[in-house]
Protein backbone atom coordinates (compact mmCIF):
# COMPACT_ATOMS: atom_id res chain seq x y z
CA UNK A 1 0.00 0.00 0.00
CA UNK A 2 1.41 3.24 -0.67
CA UNK A 3 1.28 5.55 1.95
CA UNK A 4 1.14 9.40 1.12
CA UNK A 5 1.46 11.84 3.29
CA UNK A 6 0.42 15.30 4.21
CA UNK A 7 1.29 18.15 6.60
CA UNK A 8 0.38 19.95 8.39
CA UNK A 9 -3.63 18.58 8.78
CA UNK A 10 -4.88 22.05 8.89
CA UNK A 11 -3.92 25.55 9.19
CA UNK A 12 -5.47 29.10 9.62
CA UNK A 13 -4.07 32.00 8.09
CA UNK A 14 -4.82 35.80 7.64
CA UNK A 15 -5.99 37.53 4.17
CA UNK A 16 -3.33 38.54 2.84
CA UNK A 17 -0.36 36.16 4.44
CA UNK A 18 1.23 33.58 2.17
CA UNK A 19 1.88 29.73 3.04
CA UNK A 20 2.83 26.50 2.29
CA UNK A 21 1.55 22.63 2.84
CA UNK A 22 3.95 19.44 2.43
CA UNK A 23 3.06 16.27 0.63
CA UNK A 24 5.68 12.99 1.22
CA UNK A 25 5.46 9.86 -0.79
CA UNK A 26 7.75 6.96 -1.24
CA UNK A 27 10.01 7.87 -4.44
CA UNK A 28 10.76 4.48 -5.53
CA UNK A 29 8.20 3.80 -8.97
CA UNK A 30 6.93 7.16 -8.98
CA UNK A 31 4.55 8.03 -12.24
CA UNK A 32 3.04 11.09 -11.58
CA UNK A 33 1.70 13.80 -8.55
CA UNK A 34 -1.39 15.40 -8.64
CA UNK A 35 -3.04 18.41 -6.29
CA UNK A 36 -6.46 18.62 -6.23
CA UNK A 37 -8.31 21.42 -4.39
CA UNK A 38 -11.59 20.60 -2.87
CA UNK A 39 -13.78 23.05 -1.42
CA UNK A 40 -16.85 22.48 0.85
CA UNK A 41 -20.07 21.15 -0.91
CA UNK A 42 -18.37 20.81 -4.05
CA UNK A 43 -16.40 18.25 -5.94
CA UNK A 44 -12.64 17.95 -6.12
CA UNK A 45 -11.23 19.95 -8.81
CA UNK A 46 -7.32 19.13 -9.92
CA UNK A 47 -4.64 22.19 -9.99
CA UNK A 48 -1.45 20.51 -11.32
CA UNK A 49 -0.17 17.21 -12.29
CA UNK A 50 3.57 16.59 -11.95
CA UNK A 51 5.99 13.87 -13.38
CA UNK A 52 10.02 15.25 -13.65
CA UNK A 53 12.20 15.75 -10.24
CA UNK A 54 12.18 19.45 -10.01
CA UNK A 55 8.80 20.51 -12.01
CA UNK A 56 7.12 23.86 -11.00
CA UNK A 57 3.79 24.53 -11.61
CA UNK A 58 1.86 27.25 -11.44
CA UNK A 59 -1.72 29.01 -11.77
CA UNK A 60 -2.54 32.16 -10.75
CA UNK A 61 -1.46 32.68 -6.92
CA UNK A 62 -1.12 29.03 -6.45
CA UNK A 63 2.43 27.58 -7.33
CA UNK A 64 3.43 23.61 -6.53
CA UNK A 65 7.09 22.02 -6.61
CA UNK A 66 8.80 18.43 -7.27
CA UNK A 67 11.10 16.90 -5.86
CA UNK A 68 10.83 12.75 -6.40
CA UNK A 69 14.20 11.84 -5.45
CA UNK A 70 13.72 12.69 -2.22
CA UNK A 71 9.63 11.87 -2.23
CA UNK A 72 8.28 15.37 -1.68
CA UNK A 73 6.19 17.59 -2.76
CA UNK A 74 5.24 21.44 -1.82
CA UNK A 75 2.20 23.88 -2.19
CA UNK A 76 2.33 27.52 -2.28
CA UNK A 77 -0.07 29.81 -1.64
CA UNK A 78 0.93 33.54 -1.93
CA UNK A 79 -1.18 36.17 -0.47
CA UNK A 80 -3.71 34.46 0.41
CA UNK A 81 -7.90 34.92 0.21
CA UNK A 82 -11.16 34.12 1.37
CA UNK A 83 -11.60 32.02 -1.67
CA UNK A 84 -8.38 29.97 -0.96
CA UNK A 85 -10.49 28.30 1.49
CA UNK A 86 -10.70 24.30 0.73
CA UNK A 87 -9.29 21.17 1.70
CA UNK A 88 -5.69 20.76 -0.52
CA UNK A 89 -5.12 17.33 -1.52
CA UNK A 90 -1.73 15.26 -2.79
CA UNK A 91 -2.35 12.03 -4.76
CA UNK A 92 0.28 10.04 -5.94
CA UNK A 93 0.43 7.21 -9.29
CA UNK A 94 2.96 4.89 -9.02
CA UNK A 95 3.57 1.35 -10.14
CA UNK A 96 0.04 0.60 -11.74
CA UNK A 97 -1.05 3.19 -14.08
CA UNK A 98 -4.43 3.06 -13.39
CA UNK A 99 -5.05 4.18 -9.98
CA UNK A 100 -3.66 7.11 -7.86
CA UNK A 101 -3.38 7.01 -3.48
CA UNK A 102 -4.21 10.56 -1.96
CA UNK A 103 -3.18 11.80 0.86
CA UNK A 104 -5.35 13.21 3.75
CA UNK A 105 -5.43 16.53 2.92
CA UNK A 106 -4.26 19.66 3.98
CA UNK A 107 -7.78 21.52 5.17
CA UNK A 108 -6.96 25.42 4.77
CA UNK A 109 -8.97 28.28 6.96
CA UNK A 110 -8.24 32.06 5.00
CA UNK A 111 -9.41 34.45 8.29
CA UNK A 112 -10.33 37.65 6.53
CA UNK B 1 -17.22 17.99 -22.85
CA UNK B 2 -17.58 15.50 -20.31
CA UNK B 3 -19.55 15.05 -17.26
CA UNK B 4 -20.16 13.15 -14.76
CA UNK B 5 -23.26 12.31 -12.83
CA UNK B 6 -23.80 10.66 -9.29
CA UNK B 7 -27.10 9.71 -7.65
CA UNK B 8 -28.74 9.96 -4.84
CA UNK B 9 -27.13 13.17 -3.42
CA UNK B 10 -27.84 12.40 0.29
CA UNK B 11 -28.82 8.90 1.27
CA UNK B 12 -29.90 7.75 5.07
CA UNK B 13 -30.24 3.75 5.42
CA UNK B 14 -30.63 1.35 8.47
CA UNK B 15 -28.50 -1.02 9.49
CA UNK B 16 -28.75 -4.28 7.45
CA UNK B 17 -30.55 -2.45 4.42
CA UNK B 18 -29.48 -2.65 0.85
CA UNK B 19 -27.44 -0.06 -0.74
CA UNK B 20 -27.11 1.14 -4.86
CA UNK B 21 -25.29 3.98 -5.88
CA UNK B 22 -24.87 5.07 -9.10
CA UNK B 23 -22.65 6.84 -11.26
CA UNK B 24 -23.01 7.65 -15.31
CA UNK B 25 -20.23 10.02 -17.47
CA UNK B 26 -21.32 11.45 -20.79
CA UNK B 27 -18.89 12.80 -23.52
CA UNK B 28 -15.99 10.35 -23.24
CA UNK B 29 -15.53 6.52 -24.44
CA UNK B 30 -13.63 3.73 -22.40
CA UNK B 31 -13.18 5.91 -19.33
CA UNK B 32 -11.10 4.34 -16.21
CA UNK B 33 -13.81 4.43 -13.61
CA UNK B 34 -13.47 4.99 -9.70
CA UNK B 35 -15.78 4.30 -6.27
CA UNK B 36 -13.69 6.89 -3.48
CA UNK B 37 -14.84 7.22 0.23
CA UNK B 38 -14.37 9.31 2.89
CA UNK B 39 -15.04 8.62 6.13
CA UNK B 40 -15.69 11.15 9.01
CA UNK B 41 -11.91 12.93 9.54
CA UNK B 42 -10.15 11.01 6.92
CA UNK B 43 -8.69 10.97 3.67
CA UNK B 44 -10.13 9.61 0.09
CA UNK B 45 -9.84 5.99 0.05
CA UNK B 46 -9.88 3.78 -3.04
CA UNK B 47 -12.99 1.55 -2.78
CA UNK B 48 -12.89 -0.08 -6.37
CA UNK B 49 -11.90 1.13 -10.49
CA UNK B 50 -12.64 -0.38 -13.73
CA UNK B 51 -10.93 -0.21 -16.89
CA UNK B 52 -13.42 -1.53 -18.78
CA UNK B 53 -16.98 -3.47 -19.09
CA UNK B 54 -16.74 -6.22 -16.26
CA UNK B 55 -13.35 -5.46 -15.09
CA UNK B 56 -13.88 -3.99 -11.23
CA UNK B 57 -10.60 -3.95 -9.57
CA UNK B 58 -11.45 -4.28 -5.14
CA UNK B 59 -8.77 -2.56 -3.42
CA UNK B 60 -10.12 -3.39 0.01
CA UNK B 61 -12.01 -5.52 1.39
CA UNK B 62 -15.69 -4.85 2.69
CA UNK B 63 -19.12 -5.68 2.75
CA UNK B 64 -19.61 -3.41 -0.83
CA UNK B 65 -19.05 -4.58 -4.36
CA UNK B 66 -18.99 -2.73 -7.84
CA UNK B 67 -20.22 -3.45 -11.35
CA UNK B 68 -20.00 -1.53 -14.08
CA UNK B 69 -22.90 -3.14 -16.67
CA UNK B 70 -22.16 -0.42 -19.39
CA UNK B 71 -18.78 1.38 -20.74
CA UNK B 72 -19.87 4.81 -18.74
CA UNK B 73 -21.58 3.06 -15.75
CA UNK B 74 -20.57 2.43 -12.74
CA UNK B 75 -22.70 1.22 -9.87
CA UNK B 76 -21.77 1.05 -6.03
CA UNK B 77 -24.04 -2.03 -4.04
CA UNK B 78 -23.99 -3.61 -0.91
CA UNK B 79 -26.32 -6.57 0.77
CA UNK B 80 -26.65 -5.23 4.39
CA UNK B 81 -24.88 -1.62 5.12
CA UNK B 82 -22.95 -1.07 8.22
CA UNK B 83 -22.52 1.45 10.49
CA UNK B 84 -18.81 1.69 9.22
CA UNK B 85 -20.41 2.38 5.62
CA UNK B 86 -21.25 5.77 6.29
CA UNK B 87 -19.18 8.54 4.72
CA UNK B 88 -19.37 10.63 1.29
CA UNK B 89 -18.85 8.69 -1.79
CA UNK B 90 -17.12 9.94 -5.07
CA UNK B 91 -17.39 8.50 -8.42
CA UNK B 92 -14.83 9.51 -10.67
CA UNK B 93 -13.29 8.87 -14.18
CA UNK B 94 -9.97 9.53 -16.04
CA UNK B 95 -8.93 9.16 -19.67
CA UNK B 96 -7.60 5.65 -20.31
CA UNK B 97 -4.54 7.41 -21.50
CA UNK B 98 -2.42 10.07 -21.99
CA UNK B 99 -3.49 11.98 -18.54
CA UNK B 100 -1.49 10.28 -16.19
CA UNK B 101 -4.70 9.66 -14.83
CA UNK B 102 -6.20 12.67 -13.49
CA UNK B 103 -9.39 12.31 -11.91
CA UNK B 104 -12.69 13.89 -12.94
CA UNK B 105 -15.22 13.61 -9.77
CA UNK B 106 -18.85 13.67 -9.49
CA UNK B 107 -20.95 15.52 -6.76
CA UNK B 108 -20.82 12.92 -4.48
CA UNK B 109 -23.21 10.85 -2.37
CA UNK B 110 -23.47 11.70 1.83
CA UNK B 111 -24.57 8.20 3.28
CA UNK B 112 -25.89 7.98 6.66
CA UNK B 113 -26.15 4.59 7.95
CA UNK B 114 -28.21 4.63 11.47
Known amino acids: ?112 | SQTIHQWPATLVQPVGSPLSLECTVEGTSNPNLYWYRQAAGRGLQLLFYSVGIGQISSEVPQNLSASRPQDRQFILSSKKLLLSDSGFYLCAWSPALGSYNEQFFGPGTRLTVL
Open chain 1, 1 to 112: ILNVEQSPQSLHVQEGDSTNFTCSFPSSNFYALHWYRWETAKSPEALFVMTLNGDEKKKGRISATLNTKEGYSYLYIKGSQPEDSATYLCAVNSGGYQKVTFGTGTKLQVIP
